[in-house]
């Protein structure tokens, strides 16, 4: 690939889209932090039953398992660009009309599990069209710090900005945080169509849908350090969905701390994770990239154990920020390994087959986590999570040794060499 924006080969460019796709992923992040955090706080002013309150999680992840495929699929058919803004459009439509039903007095369980389902299905050729987008934004050496400045940005603006002016606005009104994030979805998609049109790799050539998701499945499973972490990956989701779903159960009853105590341990997530893109790049010098995934798991099972154990608000918003340390390295370099390996004519493909796999067993974790804090108490969906984590960890071993390159479906031949 050649240099974007006259920037040096290897080096990572502000210009030539990258800075307008960043401000687009952190605005949008700001809302949907405010979303994500409000709606588990509705949903339990709503109902007091773990399980129904953990089913709104649950359906926000289904969608993955019915349409990440095809999503994928069709984010490698069309432009990736046009795709994107549209989705946002739609979705600040969509949060915007359920801003107007919170403020009616409308709101009600089944509401919040329609909209959870409907923005994790548009959200699915959004985030496959986006992976797929940028290395056609950036030089292919600069992906891994493409990638961390993105998700930092990210949790700055959603952890550190978002999360914590939940309570405020709640305070302000029920539907202020869904009108805010409806308005960032708007604007964000404004800054996505500004971005430059770019030459693409061709595309699938007049197959149909089916055999363009098996290409991607079966180029996922050919490279042995993707099939991996995508299985370490896919047991993580089952124990975060019971991690994610009951968080708020965690907080607000077993600690007994409240939507401020709430607010703090999305915090300290966001700290831990802006501390992890600043030392991911040391970790993978040191331990090349499986290698620091596997260790991010490994520290990821300590803390959960601990949050699940020592009845403190103190102790869990320090674990949250260790695990958020782990968590942002596993998540930049599973996603630039993904980019990295993968055929640019296939990335949207490969990344709807390792996401949805990945995602598979979340809405599962969810309800088991709900079942669980019902059944055995509140602080024991963390150490379900924790079990979980020691079987990705397993899972991970193998990925550290050498592989061969990635293949692609259509001829047989070596498309990428890889690195660990």
Not at 148 to 162: D, E, N
Not at 355 to 373: D, E, Q, S
């Amino acid at each position: 690939m050649t240099g974007v924006g006259g920037a040096e080969p290897g080096a990572l460019a502000w210009r030539g889209g990258f800075g307008r796709l960043w401000s687009a992923a952190v605005l949008s992040s700001f809302g949907d932090a405010l979303r994500t955090a409000a709606l588990p706080l509705l949903a339990a002013a709503l109902t007091d039953k773990p399980l129904l309150i953990a089913s709104v999680t649950a359906c926000g992840y289904l969608p993955w398992i019915v349409f990440g495929l095809l999503g994928g699929a069709v984010a490698d058919r069309v432009d990736q660009r046009r795709a994107m803004w549209t989705v946002d459009a739609l979705r600040g439509l969509l949060v915007a009309g359920f801003a107007v039903a919170v403020a009616l007095g409308q709101a009600s369980i089944g509401l919040l599990i329609l909209l959870a389902f409907t923005l994790t299905t548009l959200q699915t050729l959004f985030d496959n069209a986006s992976t797929a987008l940028l290395p056609a934004l950036v030089e292919t050496e600069a992906l891994g710090s493409a990638n961390a400045r993105l998700m930092t940005g990210q949790r700055i603006a959603g952890g550190l900005l978002g999360a914590p002016a939940v309570p405020l606005l709640i305070a302000a009104g029920a539907a202020l945080p869904f009108a805010v994030d409806a308005a960032t979805f708007l604007v964000a998609a404004a800054l996505v169509a500004t971005l430059p049109v770019t030459r693409r790799a061709a595309g699938p050539g007049g197959g149909t849908l089916r055999r363009d998701i098996a290409d991607g499945l079966r180029t996922l499973w050919r490279d042995g350090a993707l099939r991996g972490l995508c299985a370490a990956t896919a047991l993580c989701n089952i124990g975060m969905g019971a991690l994610l779903a009951t968080l708020v159960v965690l907080v607000t009853g077993w600690l007994d701390a409240g939507p401020a105590g709430f607010a703090a341990a999305g915090t300290a997530v966001t700290l831990g994770n802006l501390a992890g893109g600043l030392v991911n790049g040391r970790l993978v010098d040191r331990l090349g990239r499986t290698g620091s995934v596997l260790l991010a798991g490994a520290v990821q099972t300590g803390s959960l154990v601990v949050m699940g154990t020592v009845r403190s608000l103190a102790v869990l918003v320090g674990a949250l920020a260790v695990f958020g340390v782990m968590g942002m390295v596993w998540n930049v370099n599973t996603t630039t390994l993904m980019q990295e390996r993968s055929p640019a004519e296939l990335l949207g493909r490969v990344a709807a087959a390792f996401r949805t796999l990945a995602c598979a067993g979340a809405p599962l974790g969810a309800l088991l986590g709900g079942a669980v804090a019902t059944a055995w108490g509140r602080n024991t969906p963390p150490l379900l999570t924790a079990g979980f984590f020691v079987l990705a960890v397993i899972a991970l071993i193998p990925a550290r040794k050498p592989d061969v390159p990635v293949v692609a479906p259509q001829d047989g031949a070596a498309a990428a060499q890889g690195t660990h």
